[in-house]
């Protein structure tokens, strides 16, 4: 009976820990607008990540101690490389993008990366089935519609609407099923928080960087308490909270239900837009929001039987 009362109770935590990603990772997109706002884009997210990665770092130097960083060379050429594909290129052209694009605009888009991954994978030899070519095919359609539906009042981002803002969230999806997937085929370090903190660190570095070429600064004194408490959320809230829950999760419930949070994260982020900031789309862009969410169902369905050949199919969102 303790067992059985044991294993309920761990079940129990273990979707509430998917919960927390459902919530946490579906917010970082109306988080990230309410930052840009008031914040330049490329220095919000470098100090974000590197705030939040260095009180990662520490706190598995506490938990589990220097030998959690112990990397051989080829695994710390997947750390830095991912670093930049996911934190730095992913992050960073998504917050550029949503000066344009509204929230739940990007967060459609960026739902693309398991389809991105799909052709990945087909580039580099491997053959999907069938069932998740046709996904990848759904969601292209899907994405082409939303590409091209054009600016509907109120679906821009903090600066109003570009052409160019949802393909620059596109190119940002690309970066990360690169870094998605160079770290599911590419030595890692064993721990994975270890492994996340130095991507953070690394994104972070690279962002400064082009921040700094860019020119960009902020008066500190000017910021409102709004921008403030978002990116305190998104630099330790984020950055600490999200991670460990999807860790837990994915160490308790099968991998395809944990990876339903690449069509779940993007309806948070619709209503979150749309109830908070006033965000609003045309039926054209809605529709094509839908197909591409059901191409990743789609997916997510077809890989179910290989997931433990092949792992989660989508990764963090920025």
């Not at 759904?138 to 821009?156: F, I, N, Q, R, Y």
């Not at 030595?187 to 994104?203: D, I, K, S």
């Amino acid at each position: 009976m303790r067992v059985e009362a044991d294993a309920r109770t761990g079940g129990v935590v273990a979707w509430f820990a998917l919960g927390v990603v459902y919530l946490m990772w579906g917010s970082t997109y109306l988080a990230n607008r309410l930052i840009i706002t008031e914040v330049p884009p490329l220095l919000g997210s470098a100090t974000r990540f590197l705030v939040g990665g260095g009180l990662l770092a520490l706190l598995v130097l506490l938990v589990a101690g220097r030998r959690a960083f112990a990397m051989s060379w080829a695994q710390l050429g997947t750390t830095a490389l991912s670093g930049v594909l996911l934190p730095a290129w992913g992050n960073g052209l998504v917050v550029l993008g949503q000066q344009h694009v509204a929230s739940g605009m990007a967060a459609l888009l960026i739902a693309s990366v398991p389809l991105h991954i799909v052709v990945l994978r087909a580039l580099t030899g491997d053959r999907p089935r069938p069932a998740t070519v046709g996904g990848v095919v759904v969601g292209v359609a899907g994405l082409g519609v939303l590409l091209l539906a054009g600016p509907s009042a109120g679906s821009g981002g903090t600066v109003g609407t570009a052409w160019w803002g949802p393909w620059l969230v596109v190119l940002a999806a690309v970066g990360w099923a690169g870094g998605t997937f160079a770290t599911t085929r590419l030595p890692v370090p064993a721990n994975p928080f270890a492994l996340a903190a130095v991507q953070m660190l690394t994104g972070g570095l690279v962002l400064s960087g082009a921040a700094l070429v860019a020119g960009d600064g902020v008066d500190l004194a000017d910021l409102s308490a709004r921008t403030w408490w978002a990116w305190v959320y998104m630099a330790v809230v984020v950055s600490l909270g999200s991670f460990s829950a999807y860790a837990y999760a994915l160490a308790s419930l099968p991998v395809s239900t944990v990876a339903t949070y690449a069509y779940v994260n993007p309806v948070i982020a619709v209503l979150l837009g749309v109830s908070v900031v006033g965000e609003r789309f045309s039926p054209v862009q809605l529709l094509g929001g839908a197909v591409v969410l059901v191409a990743v169902v789609l997916v997510v369905l077809a890989e179910r039987p290989a997931r433990k050949r092949r792992g989660p199919l989508a990764p963090s969102p920025p």
